[in-house]
């Protein structure tokens, strides 16, 4: 019988033999595999062999990602989210029941204090939120039912430092795992895993991918706490797309570049915007007089991240003259992108507060975050110049 047109359109490919491999990964878009027979599938479907079925389940280009920053944050397990929300989601499906406690710094990301207190208390997950510096305060709000402390490696925007390893070891005496969002940092700056977190996330999002192209996330941690991690992945549905996790890991070729460059701009930045009379405050981790230095080069090395905030004296009018003059850095409240961005916490990440919150925090309307990039630092200071009227 002559093959109709109908009959050859949808029939799926079966790909050429191919003598070499290709360099780069291809990008899996198939959202289901082809087994060879039912006893192949049974035992994927089940676990006792590994293999790809359901892209839900699992795809080669979320596991290729997950394998590098596995290996960059020296953990035992790794798995690619949505976003960096998923990754945190993950943690609390995965981890906690209705009954379970958990203690959360109160310098967490906006999204994620709404995730783990509004959120996580319709499930029936009671918090305290402490001051997570103060580690006697901290030590003190674990009770019997507490199964996870949470608290950001470097906070936003006056960039605190958590104290990784004394927080560690106050979980250990404890039934709590300790979880670190480590956006701020990246596994350039800091690998909480090595100071005794058991979860740590990620937002790729940001330095990660760094060309803000992307929105995906990052769970990675020990064996220990792994158990449910690929079920409630799949059955809540917050796995990746293939098309989003082959862009970062083409991100993640250059990480280490980049925030090896954007942090010694920081450094630069930090240190130029300290000599200008406009400005009263910098806060960058960086800096001999920011409260956490020390803490900072013990943990860190001497890269201390990205991001630097500083508060103009002239308050929220200020703000706004510098943000229309600094016409080469674009104002957009997100981070960790190739260029020089700029944010202003008072009407974007932090509006949500009462102003007495906000000055609680060191945030007033003058108060600009900066995300720097990896121009030439004397190029990022002249854009800054520029919205100085200098
Ligand atoms: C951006 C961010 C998140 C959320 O990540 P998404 O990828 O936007 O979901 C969480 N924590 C911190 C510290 C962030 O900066």
Redesign the pocket.
């Known amino acids: 019988m002559p093959e109709r047109p109908e009959d050859i359109c949808p029939r799926p490919e079966t790909l050429p033999p191919q003598a070499t491999a290709p360099l780069i990964a291809p990008i899996y878009l198939s959202s289901v595999y082809r087994c060879r027979d039912p006893r192949q599938a049974g035992a994927m479907l089940g676990g006792q062999t590994s293999g790809y079925v359901y892209r839900r389940d699992g795809h080669p280009n979320a596991d290729l990602l997950a394998r590098k920053c596995r290996q960059l944050h020296g953990a035992e397990q790794a798995v690619i989210t949505a976003?960096?929300?998923?990754a945190?989601g993950l943690a609390i499906l995965s981890q906690l029941r209705c009954g379970d406690h958990i203690v959360l710094s109160s310098l967490l990301?906006g999204?994620?204090m709404i995730l783990l207190t509004e959120e996580s208390a319709r499930l029936g997950i009671s918090h305290t939120i402490v001051d997570t510096c103060d580690l006697s305060a901290t030590r003190a709000a674990i009770r019997g039912n507490t199964r996870l402390v949470v608290v950001?490696t470097i906070t936003?925007p006056c960039l605190r430092v958590s104290d990784l390893g004394s927080l560690a070891e106050i979980t250990r005496d404890s039934d709590a795992a300790l979880l670190v969002?480590n956006?701020?940092a990246s596994p350039i700056v800091c690998r909480p895993i090595d100071f005794g977190a058991d979860l740590v996330?990620e937002?790729?999002?940001?330095f990660i991918n760094g060309h803000s192209d992307l929105?995906?996330?990052l769970l990675c941690g020990s064996t220990k706490v792994w158990e449910r991690v690929p079920t409630t992945l799949s059955s809540w549905g917050i796995g990746s797309s293939p098309m989003d996790c082959y862009l970062a890991s083409r991100g993640l070729s250059t990480l280490a570049l980049r925030v090896k460059t954007a942090s010694g701009n920081a450094m630069l930045v930090a240190e130029w915007l300290r000599g200008q009379k406009e400005i009263a405050q910098v806060h960058y981790p960086g800096l001999s007089d920011h409260p956490d230095h020390q803490l900072a080069r013990r943990q860190f090395g001497d890269l201390f991240g990205a991001v630097v905030t500083f508060t103009l004296r002239g308050g929220q009018k200020a703000a706004e003259a510098f943000i229309g003059a600094a016409e080469n850095i674009p104002f957009c409240p997100?981070?960790g992108e190739a260029s020089t961005t700029l944010s202003h916490p008072a009407s974007t990440s932090h509006r949500g507060l009462s102003e007495d919150h906000r000055r609680e925090l060191q945030i007033d309307g003058g108060t600009i975050r900066l995300s720097v990039g990896i121009e030439s630092a004397d190029w990022i200071t002249a854009s800054l110049s520029q919205g100085l009227s200098l």
């Open positions: 976003s960096g929300m998923g945190l990301y999204r994620s950001e936003n969002d956006s701020f996330t937002s790729l999002t940001k929105v995906l996330g997100s981070l």
